[in-house]
């Protein structure tokens, strides 16, 4: 199930109420929790998508996970997406929100792929070199390590992509290998 019209409306609606009670700051700290644990427990959005579990014994799952770790206004929303069937489109909601409150407050999210952990240092390093390329200067980075990189960096952000890996390094020479151009030429 893929709804991004649905995930939009809630996330926006969700947006314009703690506007409103000026909890936007407390509810997108929720949001990037739940979000976290969605992307930490592939078992608990199955959970949130089964449809042979009942919506009450859901409402109760998510009640224990979320205990003591979100705000009133989110826990309530929470509810909200239970009653009304609509809690499978939980994880899209939480992403759609983060994003359109990244677009209100003009914050730019940068991925960074590498093989090892980064340093502190160089996480700045890299923010600062964005920042002084390109017009964005709310930038929140996001790390990731990924070992089949082998060695170098990969760059996301605003739909670009700059690939330093090693392993594209290794495609790529595979690939003019396989192409055998050199052997074409002698025949």
């Known amino acids: 199930m893929?709804?991004?019209?649905?995930?939009?409306?809630?996330?926006?609606s969700l947006i314009d109420l703690s506007t409103e009670k000026n909890?936007?700051?407390?509810?997108?700290?929720?949001?990037?929790?739940?979000?976290?644990?969605?992307?930490?427990?592939r078992d608990f959005v199955n959970l949130l998508?089964?449809?042979?579990?009942?919506?009450?014994?859901?409402?109760?799952?998510?009640?224990?996970?979320?205990?003591?770790?979100?705000?009133?206004?989110?826990r309530t929303f929470n509810r909200l997406m239970v009653n009304k069937?609509?809690?499978?489109f939980l994880p899209e909601v939480v992403d759609a929100f983060i994003d359109d409150y990244n677009k209100l407050k003009n914050i730019h999210r940068i991925k960074l792929s590498t093989a090892h952990a980064v340093s502190e240092e160089l996480k700045e390093s890299i923010i600062s070199k964005v920042r002084s390329t390109t017009p964005m200067q709310n930038i929140e980075l996001e790390t990731v390590v990924n070992e089949r990189l082998i060695g170098g960096f990969v760059l996301e952000f605003n739909n670009n992509l700059v690939d330093a890996s090693i392993l594209r390094d290794l495609k790529d020479i595979k690939k003019q290998f396989q192409d055998n151009s050199y052997i074409h030429q002698i025949r």
């Open 2 to 12: 893929h709804n991004p019209r649905l995930a939009g409306r809630y996330a926006k």
């Open 23 to 41: 909890l936007l700051e407390e509810v997108y700290e929720d949001m990037k929790y739940l979000q976290a644990v969605c992307k930490s427990s």
């Open 49 to 74: 998508k089964s449809p042979i579990i009942k919506a009450n014994k859901k409402g109760q799952i998510l009640e224990a996970v979320t205990n003591g770790k979100i705000s009133d206004l989110t």
């Open 85 to 88: 069937g609509r809690e499978a």
